[in-house]
């Protein structure tokens, strides 16, 4: 790959990257065609990083759909797909690994403490081997794409991130492998985390600037479901993620919910001049 990536480079061709865990949807495809359109060489990587799942995490149970993975990156035109196993990113021996020092400390890092670390690693070795111009995530992964941001700032890439909106199932559940584990009966509890996004925009946007307010609504809206579990709510600065106590500006609502053992994350840009 990296002496693709050097050759490529030589050519004077533009490099989009598309870093993946697989198991491809909509939401992976919109990445897709962004970096399509944006460069000349679009490349995709399809690895499950052991490094940012928790001992008590679903690595083991991560849906894999390699081959189906591979025919959908070739409709989407992708031009090599980069598909590293275990040993070949972290062989024996391995020992390094990117910290950020404040931004994990909001929102998911709070309950998944190894994730970020293992998201950093994985990307900035990434990057080092597809030798990317660009590299495109999805704002789903909102507190991922500023870790991201920050890293390529620190760590001198010359790398421009691309963030890519949320893609949305036609009922409004924001798309995720994860989604696969739902059944049916747990739908409605899943549709909770949009719905109560949507009422906090529309608080928000009446007037109501509040935090406390608005995340009590919310948080009644989520609990009226069975079997949803509340793993934070936040309504928070765009850059720095800290909570914001007056929507004085445009905020970020985040939010992690359980349903059944299903984690689900979403959030949404709040302004309070809409
Ligand atoms: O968003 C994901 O799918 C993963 O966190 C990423 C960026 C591919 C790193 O493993």
Redesign the pocket.
Known sequence: MQLQAEVLRRDGRRIAFV???GFFHEGHLSLMRIGRREADVLVVSI?V?PA?FGPEEDFDTYPRSFEKDLELSRREGVDLAFTPDKPQLYPDGYQTYVNLENLPNHLCGLSRPVFFTG?AT??AKLFNIVRPHIAV?GEK?YQ?LLVIRRMVQDLDFDIEIIGAPIVREPDGLAMSSRNNYLTAQQRPAALSLYKSLNRARALVESGIHDSVRILKEVERIILAYPDTEIDYLALCDLKSLEDVKNIDRPVLMALAVKVGSTRLIDNMVLDPKC
């Open positions: 870093p993946t865990m690895f990083n940012q998201v994985v990307v995530f992964d991922q």
